[in-house]
Structure formats: C-alpha cells, structure tokens
C-alpha cells in the first residue's frame, strides 16, 4: 500500500492535471508499473511488473542469485503520454510511449542501448554490437551474436561432444560499451539479424523448457560499461564477489577412476618418485567406474568401498603424508535441496544441514573437498543450494580453512561458496580443445572465475592419441583448475601414454598400440607442471584480483584492449592475468601457430625474441611448444620448481622484468588456507619498474596489514639480456638500478 500512495504522489507532483489522459503503462495484457532504480553509478534496474486486482504489483520469485542491494529510486510511473528523462548514476535514461521505450545515454551523451517492450507477450528488443560476449558457459562460441539461445541447463547433444556442458547465464556483454542482466522471468535470447529480443519462458527448470506462460516482472539490470572491467565489477555486485580458494588448488589435480588395492598409494608414490609436481588426487566413486571400484559402495553413498580402500584410515594418512589432499566425488544430490543457512534448523531431509550430516564421518578423516557431480536436472534454487552447502559445511567442522568443491553445475552467484566448475562429460576430440578455448573466455566473463575442463576430454575417441592429450596439458596449465580426468584414465597420468597398454579398458575405443609407446609425453606434462608451480606467485596473485575486482584469470584480449577491434573479435588467444598472452595449439600435426598479439611490444615467452604488436604473428611449434607472450613492461614473479604448493623452497623468489615500458605489479600472499585474508589480513607488495630509468622499486603497498615482514630476498632479472641482481625486502622501500 505504500508503495502505491507513492506512486500517486510522483504522478500527481510531476505531471499535474494532464496525466489524468495519459495511457496507462501494460504488460503481459495487464496494466502495470515501471519502476527505475539506480543499483550504481554504471548499473540501473529496470522493472515492469503488471498490477493484480488490487493495484498492487506482482513480485518475482525469490532468488538467491541476486545479494542485497542498496537501490535508490529514481522514476515510478504507472502512466505516460510523453517521454521523461530521470539522472541515474552516470546515466540519462529517457522512457516514451507507444511502444513502450527505454533510452540509456553514458555519461559522454552517448546512446549505449534502448530497450522496446511488447505489451502483449512480455518481450524485449535491445541493441546488439558488432561482438557480444557472455551467457555463461556452452552453447555457440566465442561471439554470441548471430544465433539463438534456448537457455537449457546441463549435458546435452548435440554440442556436448565439443563445447561440453551449458550452464546458462541471463547476463550480456556488449563489447561497444553495455551490458545486460535480465533476472527474471526466465527465457530465450534470439541474437540473429543483428538485433537482439529476449523471449520470456517462463521459469528455468534445469534441463526442460518452461511451458507456462510467466506472470510477474520483467526485470532487467542494464550496465554504462565505460570500460570493459565495469561489467564484471558490476555482475559481482549483483551476484556476490568470488571468495578465495585455497592455495592448494594453484596446483595440479589428479582424478583418477577404477582402482585396485593399493593403487592410491601406489600412484601417489609415482608422483613423488617422479618428481612431478602434484597437489591433490581425486576419486571417482563406484557407481561410474569398471567392476564396482570406485571409493564408495555406489552413487551416493559415504562409506568407503573395501574393494579399494580397505584400510581407510591409513590410505588417507599416508597420502597426506607425502602431501597430498584428498578430494572424493560424490553425486545423486536432492532434486530439492533447499536451505538459506547451513545452520537453519530443519526435519526435511533435503535441507542443506540434514543433507551435510552425511559427510561428517569423512571430514573428521581429514578429506579436503568435494566433488559433487551431474546435477543437470536440478533448477537453479537447488544448484545454488548445493554450492551452499559445500561452502557452509565444511566451515562448520573446520571454521577457519578454506572450503573447495567442484561441480558440474552452478549459476550466478556460485562464486560466493567458492564454486569451481568443469566443463562436463565431452569428447577427446582436436574440436573439443578448440572450441573450449572461447568457452572457457565467455565463463569467465559471466559465471565465476573458476573453471577447467577433463584434461584429455572425458570420453575417447579415435583422435585421442598422445599428441591431443599433450596439446589439452599444455592448455590445462593455463586454466585455474588443473586436472585430469577422462575413460581410459591411466591414459590422463603423465607418464600413462608409455605404459604399452590401456588398463583398464573403460571404453569400446583404445589407441593404437604404437601410441602407447610414446616417450615424450612425459617429459612435456613435467615442462608444463613444472611451469604451473613456478607461476605460483603470480597465479596466487590473480585469484586474489578476481576476488577484489572480479577480474578473472582467463581473459578475453578484450577486457584490456576495448579499442582494438581485433582483440575484441579475438577468442582463439586469451590473456592470463594481465600480462601473459597464452596461444593454445589446437590443431593436429600443427607446426606453426598464427596469433594475434595486440599494440605495444611483446616477448616470446620460451625465447625472449621481442616482437612489435598490432599484427597477427606465425610462430612455429613443436610438440612441447604452447605460444607464450609477456607484455613489454610486465614484472612476473617467478619461484623455484616445487613438487606441492605448501613445500618450502630455499631460493628466493625471481622477478622478471621485459624491457620496454613501464609496468607495475602488486605481489599478494597470505596464509593460503585460512579465512583471516577477509579481514584484510595479507601482503601486497609493489613492485614498480621505470623503464627510462632502468629502476626497479619495492615496496609495501597501503592494503599490505601484516607487520614485521619477514626479510626475504628477490632476484631481480631483467628481459631480455637475462642481468640479474638479489635484493632484499623487509617491508620497507627498496630501489635497484639497471
């Protein structure tokens, strides 16, 4: 009722005795209320919510994807017969009659996008750009314009075999300065013709399309993207920012499938001897694995299966023993899991409390996460629910360690419970590397900034060979979760294409015998997880990024070349971080690879040739060779080779520093386990170089809270003549010269 008296005051103050002819505002064949309310300074929330029978606007559902917002409003009309124009944040947004209008000027005047609404059937038109990005993860890649987008959650054919599952996401970029979230109702995006309409379905129901016809709001939040990290800064501010994950999962993962007695060990052990750097094994459980040798007695079951893991106990303490964590998989989650609390008290089985009880026999055996499997089914509530409460569980038995799951399934907000998800159940296919490439950019952009993909594709085919597996590793060490899985899984070991057999046969499709000879594998995958470690500082540092900026690792060239109309278009290449350009090879026999490096200069990661940008390149590749590039001005921090993340090294930490401009990075580390890094707690050290000067400075930054740093030593080397000078830093400035 208040909100009604409201309404009447703004009409009667702003439009005096002449509204009282003006048409009223429709929707879905109903009269209804616009409202415009200002989320920021780049973010407006636009709703049109028809009237019930007693004048009061319909609600949408709840949603948990969405975190409390502060809104203010700015325009409630339920009226119009002539355009008003209303200030929002940054933004002018002009609304008119016949058809109902939406005009949204940036801060410079410029029109960024115009929404028109269809009275009878809920739809809206909107401007598209030349590239548009976004829409979570699957369906066609990398630009989205030009093709239709039914929203189906979960596994499905055709495009499963190569772009692996679709997780959907109502969230667009458009690379010439917008972008749009619409959060209810649930529908379709029709993205041909070179204009874009979203088509109300009703609500989402995992992997089915809605057949009711939807009766409440349209809402829909349209972002001022000025520059390209508004858009994630904003998606974050709706959905919650991301949480650290712990620093183990900087590392690489192991899964593994059928088993024999003793075999866990027995692999672990491989590792260690091997000297091939490893953090975590993960265990598939019984119900998807050969002769019922899973770690579990079956789908959905908590206690470990004798068949492989007889003495449980002692298993468990001897991999952490040789420093390993245990991830087990577990899957057959409620349909209807359910709870905003891990706490909340409940008798309904399918609450999240009820449902975490299951797993406290193997938390108190020291598991260290989860892997919570297929889930295509399960609406949107449920799957967030699921990532609820493998955030808000372990927390319960260990309140102060980071939690870390990996799922199948999520949606927005699954960042705010840690949420790492995979791509799914594809192909071992040179097209599945391919196409993952611009999937895993487009994730990144509108889902979290956790993903990964089965190292090798999940189920083999004839092109599995060494060759596409080696090519997927490469490609892997560049993703923030770095594991291998798939059938035949002795074949995702990196020592597996020389064994001189598949066993155990997982599939009708096994290479040929000459493939599993294959000696160079080996040493390639240690090159590469050797390198993963290395990158330890400067990975560690970018997932602290994603969680403050909601940058994430994986980049589209776009987010830091928005006038470049080749970056923007570009979603074969891909940034990490700021300042490594990665170039998968994904293509079979190839032996050169053409990229496209954008302006200024650039130096090639394995030779330190340096190379002028602006201009696609053809760099040749042998089998061991992924095309790295490192921005001129780029200060990467670099650590002596580790076998586990946690292991301590004894020489120091190498900063490598490419001539040619001036470049800045700001070094972060804590704890890596712990949940003091949201009290601020953590170092931030800048590291400036002045390229005129040849002078590198460090020094703490203002965010740095842990006081008394210990002394530790920096090699300073600088690219690309290789000179290189030790300083030491105790938390108090320091200058080096060149």
């Not at 090294?649 to 712990?674: C, H, I, N």
């Not at 000067?693 to 809270?705: M, N, Y």
Request: charged share 20%; glycine share 10%.
């Amino acid at each position: 009722m208040i909100r009604t008296a409201i309404s009447a005051l703004v009409i009667t103050i702003s439009f005096g005795v002449s509204q009282a002819f003006a048409d009223p505002i429709r929707h879905l064949g109903q009269n209804a209320e616009l409202s415009v309310d200002q989320i920021s300074d780049f973010t407006a929330r636009i709703a049109l919510s028809p009237l019930d029978d007693k004048g009061m606007p319909l609600p949408g559902k709840a949603s948990t994807a969405f975190v409390e917002q502060k809104s203010q409003n700015k325009l409630l009309l339920r009226d119009l017969n002539s355009t008003q124009k209303v200030t929002v944040g940054k933004m002018t947004i002009s609304v008119k009659p016949a058809p109902l209008t939406i005009t949204c000027q940036d801060a410079a005047g410029k029109v960024f996008q115009e929404l028109i609404f269809s009275e009878p059937d809920g739809a809206m038109s909107f401007r598209t750009a030349s590239v548009v990005l976004g829409l979570g993860e699957g369906e066609k890649q990398y630009d989205r314009s030009g093709s239709l987008y039914p929203m189906l959650n979960g596994q499905r054919a055709p495009l499963l075999a190569t772009h692996g599952s679709t997780i959907p996401v109502p969230f667009l970029i458009g690379t010439d300065g917008w972008a749009l979230y619409v959060h209810r109702p649930w529908g379709q995006f029709d993205l041909r013709g070179g204009k874009g309409k979203f088509l109300p379905t009703g609500d989402a129901k995992g992997m089915k399309q809605p057949k009711e016809t939807p009766k409440g709001p349209l809402e829909v939040y349209v972002v001022s993207v000025e520059e390209p990290a508004v858009a994630l800064q904003e998606y974050y501010r709706l959905s919650g920012k991301p949480v650290m994950p712990p620093k183990w999962t900087m590392g690489y993962m192991q899964s593994h499938r059928s088993l024999e007695l003793g075999e866990p060990v027995e692999i672990a052990k491989t590792f260690r001897d091997k000297q091939l750097p490893v953090d975590a094994v993960i265990y598939l459980g019984t119900g998807y694995t050969n002769g019922q040798t899973g770690w579990n007695m079956g789908h959905g079951t908590f206690e470990f299966n004798p068949k492989t893991f007889d003495k449980p106990a002692e298993y468990v303490k001897s991999l952490h023993d040789m420093n390993f964590k245990l991830v087990l998989h577990i899957n057959k989650a409620p349909p209807t899991m359910h709870g905003l609390s891990i706490t909340e008290k409940s008798m309904d089985a399918n609450h999240i409390s009820n449902y975490w009880a299951k797993h406290k026999a193997l938390m108190n055996m020291d598991v260290n996460g989860w892997w919570p499997d297929d889930g295509d089914e399960l609406p949107i509530e449920a799957r967030l629910a699921r990532h609820r409460c493998y955030y808000e569980g372990p927390l319960l038995d260990r309140p102060n360690e980071r939690p870390w799951s990996l799922h199948r399934n999520g949606f927005a907000g699954a960042q705010r419970y840690g949420g790492w998800i995979w791509s799914g159940d594809n192909e071992s296919r040179w097209e599945t590397l391919k196409v993952h490439v611009p999937v895993g950019i487009n994730y990144s952009l509108s889902l979290t900034p956790f993903w990964g993909t089965d190292i090798g594709g999940f189920v083999p085919k004839e092109e599995f060979t060494g060759e596409l597996y080696a090519r997927w590793f490469q490609f892997g060490a560049f993703n923030p979760l770095f594991r291998s899985h798939g059938r035949n899984w002795k074949l995702r070991l990196p020592w597996g294409w020389n064994l001189g057999e598949v066993k155990p046969i997982e599939t009708k499709i096994v290479p040929n015998k000459s493939e599993l000879s294959n000696a160079a594998i080996e040493p390639i995958c240690k090159k590469y997880l050797e390198l993963r470690y290395q990158l330890l500082p400067y990975n560690y540092t970018l997932m602290r990024e994603a969680c403050d900026t909601g940058l994430p690792p994986m980049r589209a060239l776009w987010l830091h070349y928005p006038s470049d109309p080749m970056a923007a278009k570009d979603g074969e290449d891909y940034l990490w971080g700021r300042d490594i350009l990665v170039a998968p090879v994904v293509a079979k026999g190839a032996r050169e690879r053409s990229l496209y490096l954008p302006a200024g200069s650039w130096y090639d990661w394995w030779t330190n040739e340096k190379i002028a940008g602006g201009k696609t390149i053809k760099r040749p590749v042998d089998l061991a060779t992924m095309p790295l590039y490192v921005r001129a001005g780029a200060i990467i921090p670099f650590d002596p080779i580790r076998q586990y993340t946690s292991q301590a090294v004894t020489e120091p930490t190498t900063l490598k520093v490419y001539r040619g401009a001036d470049g800045q990075f700001v070094l972060y580390d804590d704890d890596g386990k712990s949940l003091e890094y949201l009290k601020g707690q953590g170092t931030w050290t800048k590291i400036t170089w002045n390229d005129g000067k040849g002078q590198l400075v460090i020094e703490p930054d203002a965010r740095t809270t842990v006081q008394g740093q210990v002394e530790r030593a920096f090699d300073v080397m600088v690219m690309p003549e290789g000179t290189k000078k030790r300083v030491t830093y105790s938390g108090k400035r320091v200058e080096v010269g060149f």
